[in-house]
């Protein structure tokens, strides 16, 4: 009796743990074994050859693809990540990265602007530009490359009947607030010449 009394009060706490560690899971591409030590992104930014091999996952926003003969490279506007392993995209950034994969990533879907998570061991960093700009880009070898979905928030406000929630109808309660929605991007219309 005491052991079925036992399960029946631990049943909430394992239903509430499967649920809190589902929602902040990491994709299984990117993941990695529990004792893994990823390389910070600052790390290699400051101290440019002395991490080459290590593990890293970094991530950010898609700012130009390259594909190449043998491979394709990927210019990345570098965020923080989420615990999650989503970038977390704010107004400031650490600076950028190159990722190369081995294969063809098509330019139409891996696009400028989307999220993206590489998974990968650090090279040798590379000189390159921004515009103008001399830059020293760290580099990932990527094993493995998520793409996040792209998001847009949407504010859409709910006016309600005013007679729905009021107690009698001589003192109609008016509810105008905002929702949060989210809207998946429809694809761009296709221009004619």
């Not at 009060?9 to 394992?14: D, G, T, V």
């Not at 589902?22 to 400051?46: H, K």
């Not at 509810?175 to 949060?180: A, G, I, K, Q, T």
Request: hydrophobic fraction near 40%; charge should be positive; proline fraction near 7%.
């Amino acid at each position: 009796m005491m052991k079925k009394r036992n399960i029946i009060l631990m049943l909430p706490l394992w239903v509430s743990a499967i649920f809190i560690s589902g929602c902040s899971s990491v994709p299984e591409a990117l993941q990695v074994p529990d004792n893994t030590v990823l390389t910070d992104f600052v790390v290699v930014r400051d101290n440019a050859n002395t991490e080459q091999g290590n593990a890293a996952r970094w991530g950010g926003v898609i700012a130009k693809v390259t594909n190449n003969a043998n491979n394709s490279m990927l210019e990345i506007v570098h965020f923080p990540l989420k615990s999650s392993a989503i970038p977390k995209q704010g107004n400031e950034t650490l600076g950028r990265f190159r990722v190369y994969f081995s294969g063809l990533l098509d330019p139409v879907i891996y696009k400028e602007g989307r999220s993206i998570t590489a998974l990968g061991t650090v090279a040798a960093s590379e000189e390159g530009k921004i515009g103008e700009h001399e830059y020293n880009y760290p580099v990932l070898t990527a094993t493995k490359i998520h793409l996040w979905k792209e998001k847009k928030q949407v504010d859409v406000r709910v006016i309600h009947n005013p007679f729905w929630s009021s107690p009698s109808f001589w003192q109609p309660r008016y509810s105008n607030y905002p929702r949060r929605v989210v809207v998946r991007k429809a694809p761009a219309p296709v221009k004619k010449k």
